[in-house]
T-cell receptor, first 111, second 114 residues
Framework: DAGVTQSPTHLIKTRGQQVTLRCSPK?????VSWYQQALGQGPQFIFQ???????QRGNFPDRFSGHQFPNYSSELNVNALLLGDSALYLC??????????FGPGTRLTVL | SQQGEEDPQALSIQEGENATMNCSYK?????LQWYKQNSGRGLVHLIL?????REKHSGRLRVTLDTSKKSSSLLITASRAADTASYFC??????????????FGQGTRLTINP
């Protein structure tokens, strides 16, 4: 049974560019949440998707957007990248509001 | 903003000793979870304790929860080198439409010395 997978593993972008990160949930899970983890900090909630809709959003600007597909996979898009967007982006999946299982993350570096 | 605060921020012990990490939080919760993270990789779920539970065990792990003090502790017994990692507590805040939002502390960096 595959766990949560994320792609790519690493990504380097320059300021002003746009990036798309991808997540495939654990089999049987229908809910995907995204978190941002800056170096030395705990993860911070970006948003959660359920039934292809954003169900809740954390304190992140509109430059951060997402999408959930009918197969429950999800994308995180960040526009107009800033240096401060450099972080580990974690995807977590769950079945409804049960415990969340995390993927290995995508390390984004903005130069 | 971070809901939880882990204490200590860093802990270094000898292999075989016990490690205790504490977490405090600010608002009421549905449950509290502990996660392990190796070298900035993904989070591994360790244990979940519900708000109506006081103690829970899983192998070498023991978690306690005191909702009156809004605090939790994670005890790792007979530590091993593989326990070297960062440990985070996360509180479960139910938002609109029942969405589960995990709020993490800043973590405790645990180092097990041979």
């Amino acid at each position: 049974d595959a766990g949560v997978t994320q792609s790519p593993t690493h990504l380097i972008k320059t300021r002003g560019q746009q990036v798309t990160l991808r997540c495939s949930p654990k089999s049987g899970h229908d809910t995907v949440s995204w978190y941002q983890q800056a170096l030395g900090q705990g993860p911070q909630f970006i948003f959660q998707y359920y039934e292809e809709e954003e169900r809740q959003r954390g304190n992140f600007p509109d430059r951060f957007s997402g999408h959930q597909f009918p197969n429950y996979s999800s994308e995180l898009n960040v526009n107009a990248l800033l240096l401060g967007d450099s972080a580990l982006y974690l995807c977590a999946s769950s079945w409804g509001s049960r415990e969340q299982f995390f993927g290995p993350g995508t390390r984004l570096t903005v130069l | 903003s971070q809901q939880g605060e882990e204490d200590p921020q860093a802990l270094s012990i000898q292999e075989g000793e016990n490690a205790t990490m504490n977490c405090s939080y600010k608002t009421s919760i549905n449950n509290l979870q502990w996660y392990k993270q190796n070298s900035g990789r993904g989070l591994v779920h360790l244990i979940l304790i519900r708000s109506n539970e006081r103690e829970k065990h899983s192998g070498r792990l023991r978690v306690t929860l005191d909702t009156s003090k809004k605090s939790s502790s994670l005890l790792i017994t007979a530590s091993r080198a593989a326990d070297t990692a960062s440990y985070f507590c996360a509180t479960d805040k139910r938002g609109i439409q029942g969405a589960q939002k995990l709020v993490f502390g800043q973590g405790t960096r645990l180092t097990i010395n041979p």
